[in-house]
């Protein structure tokens, strides 16, 4: 059976690193010199009292096999907060189980308990299956270009 909750602002160092080791399945989108370094800072920054970041993990038999990550923002066109979905990821094992969507359909309750008016995210645009994924759960498409900046 697949638990899916919020990591707690409190999680210790142990659980971060868990996450962390559950994120390194996807270290080929990431830039950095040192991905595990990055995700670790990152995860750590997450869980400082006051950030408007949350980590949601998918857990089975005592294992990480998900994890999504997202910031709570403020944006006019909804007129409040939203969710920018930054990262959504179950590892290879564990993939077309239905993890995914338990992560997203726990994080949209999460959401409307928040009052929080909208979620978006991004996604490959060759990346059918999770797209459909998306759709199914009332997610459409917003035509757009994004673009970066690094320091």
Request: net charge negative; charged share 25%; no cysteine.
């Amino acid at each position: 059976m697949v638990k899916v909750y919020e990591i707690p602002k409190s999680a210790d160092s142990e659980t971060q690193h868990r996450i962390a080791d559950l994120l390194m399945g996807q270290v080929d989108s990431m830039w950095a010199e040192d991905p595990y370094k990055q995700l670790l800072s990152s995860i750590h920054l997450t869980l400082q009292e006051g950030s408007k970041a949350h980590i949601f993990v998918a857990e089975k038999d005592d294992t990480l096999v998900g994890a999504a990550f997202f910031n709570v923002g403020i944006s006019m066109d909804k007129g409040g907060h939203y969710i920018w979905l930054n990262d959504l990821y179950v590892h290879k094992e564990h993939r077309n189980q239905g993890i995914a969507k338990k992560l997203l359909l726990k994080i949209i309750y999460w959401a409307e308990n928040e009052n929080i008016k909208g979620i978006e995210l991004e996604t490959g645009i060759n990346n059918e299956a999770t797209k459909a994924l998306y759709n199914s759960l009332g997610f459409y498409d917003i035509v757009s270009k994004r673009y970066g900046f690094r320091f």
